[in-house]
């Protein structure tokens, strides 16, 4: 499984947009500051926005596009699922 994730520094903050085919690695990464510079540098480790992908290239293709988006749909996209900003890191098994 594939999925494309954001990750919020709070509530209407920075977003970061990534692809991984192991979230809960790659969310402990970012946490131990191993992951991107920029969730580094901006605090950016609530995990707001997941979707799943059976292929790579699908995922792949999913993340570029939406990081082609304007702040506002992506921020309706995070809303539309969870519309409190809650950190989905605890529901990862």
Do not use: C
Request: without cysteine; hydrophobic residues 35%.
């Amino acid at each position: 499984m594939y999925y494309v994730y954001f990750l919020a520094s709070r509530r209407y903050g920075t977003i970061y947009i990534g692809v991984t085919n192991n979230l809960g690695k790659r969310l402990a990464e970012h946490r131990a500051g191993k992951g991107s510079k920029f969730v580094r540098q901006y605090g950016v480790l609530r995990l707001v926005y997941v979707e799943s992908f059976e292929r790579p290239d699908e995922a792949i293709a999913r993340e570029k596009q939406l990081k082609k988006w304007n702040r506002d749909w992506k921020i309706r996209l995070i809303e539309t699922d969870n519309p409190e900003w809650r950190d989905l890191s605890e529901l990862i098994v």
